[in-house]
């Protein structure tokens, strides 16, 4: 009977018009014979009225109660804007015949939940449906109700949003053993004003019946509680809540010692704020690791332990949260003084907590965030030293790696590294350069310009503060569509080009809309390779630079940008981001 039902509330409606439903729904089969509802014949488009179809919706009394239980439907909320209702027609989902009529009462025998469905038909074939919900208990409630809470989270708690929506989304899961109860319930509250609520119902009636409650949270600067409720035919029952639960987006660092980034000259932890938060702990031991799978706040300064994220980051962090309105979560996973080896995925155990990438995933995935991160940001190379092939191949694998394990990054950013410890050559900081022109979705952004250097970390004035506002800059423009100024980009060269009588060359940045500076003394920086003539001095003006030379250099294989350790004289664009180092760049 049940199947036929649809089939049978059409059929009905379209007797009571006087004619056939025809297959695409209107109420004549005979195209050639179909007469408009104006009266036309031709069924010109002069004549033609489309039908607006009616619009289901009824009220259930009581909507939930003790079996066996009588409920009134009422369906007279239902509309039809140019026409009138014919029909009403109610699937109670518990098996029984359909009915029909505007207002019916229907007796459900057994303890369950009913999806009860209304289709209305107008007086022209259109049609429309409504659904509800009927939850019938066994029993009346008991006073001191039985519920395990398997799945709730913790206070702190970080939820990654969906950027389409701007909700972040989390479960509550349990057992409720105490018969009478319909669902249980969560209420979302801000500044102690609930703001939604959420039923999970009860209905395989077992002697621990299951639930799971699909909780949604604002991505906005406030802190939300949940509270878990009960709910029975005779009213609500309080079971616990939870405090300071934020919902908003989620970035990971990893690398090395720039990329852990502790204090080493100045404080970034003024910086810190509830909207800025990180998971579990940063540490080698696997144990340590397993133990803390709580939310902190980011911790700028330590070098390890919970919440740590380093000075950049967390500058980085605050700064996005408060231009944007949306809390957000960093998991860093760095680690000083390591190869780009180290921080490979083991592919037959993605997961194995003996190496960083699986220490690393754990904290994302028992985060809950490995489905919503957004971008990655990576600092190493310093102690990959002049291995350029190996620095660059490992850093591709590891990319393809996120990329299979966080399946919504939506960008990768990776840091030149300077001179300095660990003595990266010039020939690896050039393959990180190039990893833009060949990797999809990555930018390169440099460390040139940057004063705060002590030959191989940085103070946070000078130093981590503004590469924290570098960053900040990129991914407001690439994943938060900010009206950003081009010169947001580390500038990068385009070409490089002899004068007529080979004692000067011109370069060409990239970004032909961002003026550049050089600064006395910048030249040094520069070697011609195959040459015996250097470069003496420079000069910019728009986005070019002109380099004077000792003499004529067009015996030179290239050109290279080898950039210095420490302050000093630095070529940079009008936000202060110096020029990309390059090696061996042909002159044309």
Known sequence: MRKLWFLVVLSTVAAACGSDLAPDGSTDADADTDTDVDGDADGDADGDIENTPPEAAFQATPPTGVAPLDVTFDASASSDEDGTIALYAWDFGDGSDTETGEQVVHRFETAGCFEVVLTVGDDRGGADTARSVVVTTGAAPTVDPEITLDGLPGAGTFVARDVETGLGALTVTGTVSSPGYSAVRVVVLRDAVPQSVFDGLLCSRAAADPFEVTVQI?????????????????????VTSVEDVVAGDVYLVQGQSNAEA???????????????????????????????????????????????????????????????????????????????????????????????????????????????????????????????????????????????????????????????????SIQLRDAQRRLADE?????????????????????????????????????????????APRNIDAPNVESLAWSADGTAITLAARDRESPITFDPGAERDFVLEGAAVTVIGGSAVGPDVTLTLSGDGRTATGLSYVGHEGAGSWIRNGAGIGLLMFHNVLIE
């Open 218 to 238: 604002d991505a906005v600067l406030a802190s939300h509680a949940l509270e878990v409720r009960l709910v029975s035919p005779g009213g609500e029952v309080p």
């Open 262 to 424: 502790r204090m080493f000259s100045g404080d970034a932890n003024i910086d810190q704020g509830p909207f800025v938060r990180s998971f579990g702990s940063r540490s080698e031991n696997p144990a340590v690791t397993s133990a803390d799978v709580a939310w902190h706040l980011a911790e700028g300064n330590a070098a390890e332990g919970p919440g740590a994220v380093g000075q950049w980051a967390l500058h980085m962090g605050r700064v996005l949260s408060d231009a944007h309105g949306v809390p957000v979560a960093i998991i860093n996973g760095a680690r000083g003084g390591m190869p780009v080896t180290y921080f490979q995925r083991n592919d037959a155990d993605p997961g194995d907590m003996t190496t960083n990438y699986g220490r690393f995933l754990f904290r994302v995935r028992t985060a809950g965030v490995d489905d919503l991160v957004r971008a990655i940001i990576y600092y190493q190379g310093e102690s990959d030293g002049a291995d350029a092939v190996g620095h660059h191949d490992g850093l591709v694998a590891l990319i393809a790696d996120w990329r299979e394990d966080f399946p919504s990054l939506e960008r990768v950013y990776v840091t030149q590294v300077r001179p300095g410890c660990g003595n990266p």
């Open 439 to 483: 990797v999809e979705g990555l930018s390169v952004m440099s460390t040139t310009g940057l004063d705060g250097h002590d030959g191989c970390h940085f103070s946070y004035t000078n130093g981590y503060e503004q590469l924290g506002n570098r960053y900040a800059a990129l991914l407001g423009r690439d994943l938060y569509a900010d009206d």
